[in-house]
């Protein structure tokens, strides 16, 4: 799926933008996009999410460097030539007109007929199961309605590429997850390739092919959901990424991919080298609180374990949330699943706790 | 539904509605006296004075109230009755009324509004009025030979009630033949309708040239930041804080033949020094010194609507394939109409009725309509003053109720 600079649908090289000329939103971004792929643009708010997305739809001028969409920059090309659909946050459809001319306009200005126009917008409200909406004005629908013709007005023409700026955002739990679904869905089935921006976690994490986290104008990683998760490259995506302990410390040994790790009380724990390089150098262990064990048996032979004190347990139906005490520290937390043999654990109670090296990652100090 | 409705009751057993009611009555009430010194302003400095205009306009006693006589033979004998000898005596018995009551001249004044040039014969006649003896038909044509045109009976006739159209009839550019039948004036005597035409015409110029420069202006203000937009936006009001008289004083120094404009036009060679534009006491100087004192009055609504379109729009529309002039044409200006209507309405209803500026600078042919009501007051005509500034009225409100069945005055924006 990951494409390679040349063969690249959508690609991104050494752009950068300012807005003032003093500061740079976005800087050095490189990106390539496969076509028919599907890749999240996640990030908090004023990462430069947005500015990169209105600069592949024209409406922003890169500074410097240069995009390119089907082999051929598109830097001098204007918006309307550039047959990029796009779904925005607030959905922008047009008061004024119908769902039926709002899905026409599209059409109308491409100089298609009316025949082949009312096939089309037919169509596209059908796949967002919205047929029967043809002539309500959007002032007369609901936010999710609204959205799903927002989709399909985007879709109608048949564009290549669509981007979606928070399309989501305005919108409940409950119908968030279900558009996420069906946009997942028609991504699939029309095989379009989508440029997504969000910052909502879950939804980057269940919808993409590959994410791409960014901050502070930069891409802090750029990979499949799975490996974002498990494997994060600094401490800024284990961070924003899920929920993670975050453990301070020094390298003490450093074996290959191996390190040891001694915290601030001594204690010394097991990790895996991502972004530490020497001995004595300063760390930030991350470690998932799901994959932080206390039963001996499941903690692997010749591995560190250490002292926790349980603070509180949380029950949250399908887990257990306990918060500890660890190496001084009282935001250590751990959860297990709720099953019939679990062993229970009660407040101040110490146990030793462990994990797989693999799960504790050794990462930059921020 | 509603019988189950009506048989709601309150805990101790009152009817709903009635709980619902006597609860609410006292906030009303006190709402109520909140708004009446309001309710008094407008009722006494606006109603009060509109109903006065209206009834001025068609209810003036000036001849009514001096001739007894002549009500009374016009009362007995049906129109068109040619004016006996009974009728003459009638009317020598209510000059002599009028010699007494010095009131020969208002009488003739108000016959003199239907037929020019016959104040002075009420005057003369009245002036020997005591010295007239039978049979009166001879010696009254002996003083003025006038005295039985059928035209000057029948506008006293029509004068003899206090309640009268003859001012709209005048307004309207008409009058009334020997046989009473309404036809048209003579081209050379055509000025208030032509007038009132001309208004309108003048107004929608004024509108027109007005929403053409402040759209781009308001656009402008809507889209810079605010601190500019802000700063612009005072030199946009700019008119309303000058005095007015100072703003048409700058503007004669500007454009009159050897102003600013003329003399920098010469400059330039552009016209040369026997070709002074007079820009000036005429057409042009009333419209341009409008538009500029009334451009406010299109911004503002403008800018309000403008200000609040979401930028997502025209960016929605261009990534469907439109270009800037579809965007513009097809996406922005139907979301700016109930800005445009509220400025297109609020500027020309200003305009109709304006008054000074074309006074200052509008020489002979740049007076409007008002400058016309205006004339009659001064010479104290208020019944026609009236009629003309009904007119005025009933025209605005017609472009009212145009605009409502057009665009809908629910969409009017002010602000
Ligand atoms: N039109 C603009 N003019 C000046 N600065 C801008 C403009 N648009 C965005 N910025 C700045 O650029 C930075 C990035 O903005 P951007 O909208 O790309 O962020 P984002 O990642 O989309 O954030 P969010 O999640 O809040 O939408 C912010 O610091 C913002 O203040
Ligand atoms: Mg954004």
Same mark, same amino acid.
């Given at each position: 799926m990951?494409?390679?600079?040349?063969d690249a649908?959508v690609?991104?090289?050494?752009?950068?933008k300012?807005?003032?000329? &003093?500061? %740079?939103?976005?800087? !050095?971004?490189n $990106?390539?996009?496969?076509?028919?792929?599907?890749l999240t643009? *996640?990030?908090? =708010?004023?990462?430069?999410?947005?500015?990169?997305?209105?600069?592949l739809?024209?409406?922003e001028?890169?500074?410097?460097?240069?995009?390119?969409l089907?082999?051929k920059?598109i830097?001098?090309?204007?918006?309307?030539?550039?047959?990029?659909?796009?779904?925005f946050?607030?959905?922008?459809?047009?008061?004024?007109m119908?769902?039926g001319?709002?899905?026409s306009?599209?059409?109308?200005?491409?100089?298609m007929?009316?025949?082949e126009?009312?096939?089309?917008?037919?169509?596209?409200?059908?796949?967002?199961?919205?047929?029967?909406?043809?002539?309500?004005?959007?002032?007369?629908?609901?936010?999710?309605?609204?959205?799903r013709?927002?989709?399909?007005?985007?879709?109608?023409?048949?564009?290549k590429?669509?981007?979606?700026d &928070?399309? %989501?955002?305005?919108? !409940?739990?409950? $119908?968030?997850?279900?558009?996420?679904?069906?946009?997942?869905? *028609?991504?699939? =089935?029309?095989?379009?390739?989508?440029v997504?921006?969000?910052h909502?976690?879950?939804e980057?994490?269940?919808?993409?092919?590959?994410?791409a986290?960014?901050?502070d104008?930069?891409i802090?990683?750029?990979?499949?959901?799975?490996?974002?998760?498990e494997?994060?490259d600094?401490?800024f995506?284990?961070?924003?990424?899920?929920?993670?302990n975050?453990?301070?410390?020094?390298?003490e040994?450093?074996n290959?991919?191996?390190a040891?790790?001694?915290l601030e009380?001594?204690?010394?724990?097991?990790?895996?080298?991502?972004?530490?390089?020497?001995?004595?150098?300063?760390?930030?262990?991350?470690?998932?609180?799901?994959?932080?064990?206390?039963k001996?048996?499941?903690?692997?032979e010749?591995?560190?374990?250490?002292?926790?004190?349980?603070?509180e347990?949380?029950?949250?139906?399908?887990?257990l949330r306990?918060?500890?005490?660890?190496a001084?520290?009282?935001?250590?937390?751990?959860?297990?699943?709720?099953t019939?043999?679990?062993?229970p654990?009660?407040?101040?109670?110490?146990?030793?706790?462990?994990?797989n090296?693999?799960?504790?990652?050794?990462?930059?100090?921020? | 539904?509603?019988?189950?409705?009506?048989?709601?009751?309150?805990?101790d057993?009152?009817?709903?509605?009635a709980?619902l009611?006597?609860?609410?009555?006292?906030?009303?009430r006190r709402?109520?006296?909140?708004?009446?010194?309001?309710?008094?302003f407008?009722?006494?400095?606006?109603?009060?004075p509109?109903?006065q205009?209206?009834?001025?306009?068609?209810?003036?006693?000036?001849?009514?109230?001096s001739?007894p006589?002549l009500?009374q033979?016009?009362?007995?004998?049906?129109?068109?009755?040619?004016?006996?000898?009974?009728?003459?005596?009638?009317?020598?018995?209510?000059?002599?009324?009028?010699?007494?009551?010095?009131a020969?001249?208002?009488?003739?004044?108000?016959?003199n509004?239907?037929?020019?040039?016959t104040?002075?014969?009420?005057t003369?006649?009245?002036?020997?009025?005591?010295?007239?003896?039978?049979?009166?038909?001879?010696a009254m044509?002996?003083?003025?030979?006038?005295?039985?045109?059928?035209?000057?009976?029948?506008?006293m006739?029509s004068?003899?009630?206090?309640?009268?159209?003859?001012f709209?009839?005048?307004?309207?550019?008409?009058?009334?033949?020997?046989?009473?039948?309404?036809?048209?004036v003579?081209?050379?005597?055509?000025i208030?309708?032509?007038l009132?035409?001309?208004?309108?015409?003048?107004?929608?110029?004024?509108?027109?040239i007005?929403?053409v420069?402040a759209?781009?202006?308001?656009?402008?203000?809507?889209?810079?930041p605010?601190a500019?937009?802000?700063?612009?936006m005072?030199?946009?009001?700019?008119?309303?804080?000058?005095?007015?008289?100072?703003?048409?004083t700058?503007?004669i120094v500007l454009l009159?033949?050897?102003g600013v404009?003329n003399?920098?036009l010469?400059?330039?060679?552009i016209?040369?020094?026997?070709?002074r534009?007079?820009?000036?006491?005429n057409?042009?100087?009333?419209?341009?010194?409008m538009?500029?004192?009334?451009?406010p009055?299109?911004?503002?609504?403008?800018?309000?609507?403008?200000?609040?379109?979401?930028?997502?729009?025209?960016r929605?529309?261009?990534?469907?394939?439109a270009t800037?002039?579809?965007t513009?044409?097809?996406?922005y200006l139907?979301q700016?109409?109930?800005?445009i209507?509220?400025?297109?309405?609020?500027?020309?209803?200003?305009?109709?009725?304006y008054?000074?500026?074309p006074?200052?600078?509008?020489g002979?042919?740049?007076?409007?309509?008002?400058?016309?009501?205006?004339?009659?007051?001064?010479?104290?005509?208020?019944?026609?003053?009236?009629?003309?500034?009904?007119?005025?009225l009933?025209?605005?409100?017609v472009?009212?109720?145009l605009?409502?069945?057009?665009?809908g005055?629910?969409k009017?924006?002010?602000?």
């Amino acid at each position: 799926m990951v494409a390679s600079r040349d063969d690249a649908f959508v690609s991104f090289e050494h752009v950068q933008k300012s807005y003032d000329g &003093e500061t %740079l939103v976005v800087k !050095d971004l490189n $990106l390539q996009l496969a076509k028919g792929e599907f890749l999240t643009m *996640l990030g908090p =708010s004023g990462s430069g999410k947005t500015t990169c997305l209105m600069m592949l739809a024209g409406f922003e001028t890169a500074t410097h460097g240069e995009i390119r969409l089907d082999g051929k920059p598109i830097n001098q090309v204007p918006p309307h030539k550039r047959g990029i659909g796009m779904v925005f946050q607030n959905y922008a459809l047009f008061p004024h007109m119908t769902v039926g001319e709002n899905l026409s306009f599209p059409l109308e200005v491409r100089g298609m007929g009316k025949s082949e126009r009312e096939a089309k917008i037919k169509r596209a409200l059908d796949m967002v199961q919205m047929g029967a909406f043809a002539n309500r004005r959007p002032a007369q629908m609901s936010g999710g309605q609204q959205q799903r013709i927002a989709l399909a007005r985007a879709l109608v023409f048949d564009p290549k590429l669509v981007l979606m700026d &928070e399309p %989501l955002g305005a919108l !409940d739990k409950q $119908l968030r997850e279900h558009m996420q679904f069906e946009i997942k869905h *028609l991504h699939e =089935s029309l095989g379009i390739t989508v440029v997504y921006v969000t910052h909502d976690q879950g939804e980057a994490l269940t919808m993409s092919d590959r994410v791409a986290v960014f901050n502070d104008g930069r891409i802090q990683q750029l990979a499949p959901p799975a490996e974002l998760y498990e494997r994060p490259d600094n401490s800024f995506v284990a961070g924003f990424i899920g929920e993670n302990n975050k453990l301070p410390g020094v390298v003490e040994d450093l074996n290959g991919e191996r390190a040891v790790v001694r915290l601030e009380n001594g204690e010394l724990i097991d990790a895996t080298a991502v972004n530490v390089k020497a001995k004595g150098e300063k760390t930030l262990v991350s470690i998932r609180p799901e994959r932080v064990e206390f039963k001996p048996e499941l903690i692997p032979e010749g591995a560190h374990t250490i002292d926790a004190e349980v603070l509180e347990v949380i029950y949250m139906g399908d887990i257990l949330r306990t918060r500890m005490r660890v190496a001084g520290h009282d935001e250590f937390v751990v959860k297990c699943r709720n099953t019939i043999d679990q062993m229970p654990l009660t407040p101040g109670q110490r146990i030793r706790i462990g994990w797989n090296p693999l799960d504790a990652r050794a990462l930059d100090m921020i | 539904m509603s019988d189950v409705a009506s048989q709601l009751t309150t805990a101790d057993g009152r009817p709903l509605k009635a709980a619902l009611a006597s609860a609410q009555a006292r906030a009303k009430r006190r709402a109520f006296f909140l708004v009446l010194p309001l309710l008094l302003f407008i009722l006494i400095s606006f109603a009060v004075p509109i109903g006065q205009m209206l009834q001025r306009s068609v209810y003036n006693d000036q001849f009514s109230k001096s001739v007894p006589a002549l009500s009374q033979w016009f009362a007995e004998n049906p129109k068109g009755t040619a004016p006996d000898e009974a009728a003459f005596a009638a009317l020598a018995s209510d000059l002599v009324l009028m010699k007494e009551t010095r009131a020969a001249g208002d009488a003739g004044t108000r016959i003199n509004y239907v037929v020019s040039g016959t104040r002075s014969m009420f005057t003369k006649a009245a002036r020997g009025a005591d010295k007239l003896e039978p049979p009166f038909m001879e010696a009254m044509l002996e003083l003025d030979e006038d005295w039985d045109n059928p035209l000057v009976w029948n506008a006293m006739r029509s004068a003899a009630s206090p309640w009268t159209f003859d001012f709209y009839t005048i307004a309207f550019d008409l009058e009334r033949d020997a046989d009473g039948k309404l036809t048209k004036v003579d081209e050379t005597q055509r000025i208030y309708f032509r007038l009132f035409i001309k208004t309108f015409l003048i107004a929608g110029v004024i509108t027109a040239i007005c929403l053409v420069l402040a759209f781009p202006i308001a656009h402008l203000l809507a889209t810079l930041p605010m601190a500019k937009a802000n700063l612009l936006m005072i030199l946009v009001l700019l008119p309303f804080w000058t005095s007015l008289l100072v703003r048409t004083t700058s503007w004669i120094v500007l454009l009159q033949g050897q102003g600013v404009v003329n003399d920098i036009l010469v400059a330039l060679g552009i016209i040369g020094d026997d070709g002074r534009l007079q820009m000036i006491y005429n057409q042009t100087g009333t419209i341009i010194a409008m538009v500029h004192i009334l451009l406010p009055f299109m911004v503002l609504p403008l800018y309000s609507v403008m200000r609040v379109i979401p930028v997502s729009y025209t960016r929605a529309a261009r990534s469907l394939g439109a270009t800037s002039w579809t965007t513009f044409r097809r996406i922005y200006l139907p979301q700016t109409i109930p800005g445009i209507g509220a400025g297109v309405l609020l500027v020309f209803i200003l305009a109709v009725g304006y008054y000074i500026t074309p006074a200052l600078v509008g020489g002979a042919d740049g007076q409007l309509f008002s400058n016309m009501v205006q004339f009659h007051m001064t010479k104290a005509n208020w019944s026609m003053a009236a009629a003309l500034a009904t007119m005025l009225l009933v025209g605005v409100l017609v472009l009212y109720w145009l605009y409502d069945r057009l665009i809908g005055i629910d969409k009017l924006k002010l602000g």
